[in-house]
């Protein structure tokens, strides 16, 4: 029997750090959080219920954000910010009856954080993939839903990269690298494991997650990213530095993918 050709139908991408560059950080996380907090703070005391100090509302958020990631390094459940707002303000009085997740994450009110932006070649890898036919997505290990996450992808130009595929960790309830998240991801693009490459920057979640479930895992390296133990023992498909690299991957990989689904659609 014919050997079958490998054909290549999505490549995904992590986002933070493979698609977004945080190296340029123009504030500390500390000081952006206050003021994030600052506006949820505002209208719980204006419209929810009084609470007597907003370092009050930022020590209660503090602790059971501390708590939640702690829990979820074990259990691989995904924090989600909206419910630790909810709850943090719920522990200082607030009725549940008065309370809104969406309306609190409005209030959170994120953006494109001062400082970040996206690598320089992630618009013409996204576009070339896009003119061949493949189906891109994001699959995020983020702690906001990906609502907020919209906000700072349209503000950093790549939102209408991905129609079908936005995928948050926070909305799913599993972290990377829990296979749930990527069984997500693909019903997103409507591919198999094996038509799909992953791409991104943490070893453990990025790689080992995808390859668990059968999908090539390309490592983009970030000399900035801190060791952690067992990181040298886990070995992806491929490393690449610059996303532009990817493309001599697929070539290897997937003969013909540039042209394939463009000749299928003829």
């Known amino acids: 029997m ?51 100090t907003l370092d009050a509302y930022r020590a209660e958020f503090h602790n059971r954000s501390m708590a939640a990631w702690a829990a979820a390094r074990v259990t691989q459940q995904a924090p989600n910010i909206g419910r630790v707002l909810v709850e943090s303000a719920i522990a200082l009085g607030a009725p549940i009856a008065k309370l809104d997740m969406r309306r609190v994450l ?26 061949a036919g493949i189906k891109v997505g994001v699959v995020t290990n983020a702690y906001q839903p990906m609502m907020l996450r919209e906000v700072e992808m349209r503000g950093l130009g790549i939102l209408d990269f991905f129609p079908d595929c936005r995928i948050s960790a926070a909305d799913v309830g599993y972290l990377k690298p829990h296979p749930e998240i990527f069984h997500t991801a693909l019903r997103h693009v409507n591919t ?37 133990s067992g990181d040298d023992d886990i070995q992806p498909d491929a490393i690449v530095k610059d996303l532009n690299e990817l493309f001599p991957l697929l070539d290897d990989w997937y003969p013909d993918w540039e042209t394939e689904h463009i000749q299928e659609n003829a």
Do not use: N
């Open 192 to 228: 198999k494991p094996h038509e799909t490459v992953f791409v991104g920057d943490d070893p453990h979640a990025d790689i080992v997650g995808a390859q668990r479930i059968g999908m090539k895992a390309v490592l983009r390296y970030i000399d900035r990213r801190p060791f952690e």
């Open 2 to 52: 014919k050997e079958q050709k490998p054909v290549l139908k999505a490549v995904l991408f992590d986002m933070d750090d493979t698609l977004i560059d945080w190296s340029s950080l123009k504030t500390d996380w500390t000081t952006l959080e206050a003021s994030l907090l600052g506006g949820v703070y505002e209208y719980l005391c204006a419209e929810v219920h009084p609470i007597e």
């Open 106 to 131: 409005e209030e959170y009110d994120w953006k494109a954080v001062p400082g970040t932006t996206i690598f320089p070649e992630v618009p013409a890898v996204l576009s070339r993939l896009i003119a």
